[in-house]
T-cell receptor, first 113, second 112 residues
Framework: AQSVTQLGSHVSVSEGALVLLRCNYSSSVPPYLFWYVQYPNQGLQLLLKYTSAATLVKGINGFEAEFKKSETSFHLTKPSAHMSDAAEYFCAVSGANFNKFYFGSGTKLNVKP | NAGVTQTPKFQVLKTGQSMTLQCAQDMNHEYMSWYRQDPGMGLRLIHY???????DQGEVPNGYNVSRSTTEDFPLRLLSAAPSQTSVYFCAVRAVQTQTQYFGPGTRLLVL
């Protein structure tokens, strides 16, 4: 069975501050992990993915995430928040065949000027 | 090159009515799936297809039917709508050999 838990449904940071969005996973098989971003009234867009290569993954828009097997975590970070980062972020896990993706409940990021 | 398109964008139904949500792609990707998005619950997989003529159930298939007669289209049918099916529905596609899913813009469904 696979599942994802995102801690914090809402996160608020000031512009220029560090962004940290938390994701913990549960998987009985080697996991493949993803972060997606959703802007208002739009579909989801892939930010980055971990597929068993490097544990530190860099994505678009300056985001990165680190896969930590010992902590079963895949937290998303960005050194300096920008107003345009305000959106909802979803962590997802999949097994090796990628037929089924399991999404977390999402974290809404608010960026204050 | 439209990518993934969904119609309609918004629909209001009465309990018991039926309707079909359309999803079409011009990316020639084998894998297509339907998700529903509800506040605080993320996205949940309803049905998916790994190619024409092949479909399978996801996490929350009850109340929904699908078929896949062509690579391009993957309609989602609600045979008898219920208020619990009020949600935003997303279609996604990906190539079998990759892990990247491309999402459509969504259909907002309100069942009264």
């Amino acid at each position: 069975a696979q599942s994802v838990t995102q801690l914090g449904s809402h996160v608020s940071v000031s512009e220029g501050a560090l962004v940290l969005l938390r994701c913990n996973y549960s998987s009985s098989v080697p996991p493949y992990l993803f972060w997606y971003v959703q802007y208002p009234n739009q579909g989801l867009q892939l930010l980055l993915k971990y597929t068993s290569a490097a544990t530190l993954v860099k994505g678009i828009n300056g985001f990165e995430a680190e896969f930590k097997k010992s902590e079963t975590s895949f937290h998303l970070t960005k050194p300096s928040a920008h107003m345009s980062d305000a959106a909802e972020y979803f962590c997802a896990v999949s097994g090796a065949n990628f037929n089924k993706f399991y999404f977390g409940s999402g974290t809404k990021l608010n960026v204050k000027p | 090159n439209a990518g993934v398109t969904q119609t309609p964008k918004f629909q209001v139904l009465k309990t018991g009515q039926s309707m079909t949500l359309q999803c079409a792609q011009d990316m020639n990707h084998e894998y297509m799936s339907w998700y529903r998005q509800d506040p605080g619950m993320g996205l949940r997989l309803i049905h998916y297809s790994v190619g024409a003529g092949i479909t399978d159930q996801g996490e929350v298939p009850n109340g929904y039917n699908v078929s896949r007669s062509t690579t391009e289209d993957f309609p989602l049918r609600l045979l008898s709508a219920a208020p619990s099916q009020t949600s935003v529905y997303f279609c996604a596609v990906r190539a079998v050999q990759t892990q990247t899913q491309y999402f459509g813009p969504g259909t907002r469904l309100l069942v009264l």
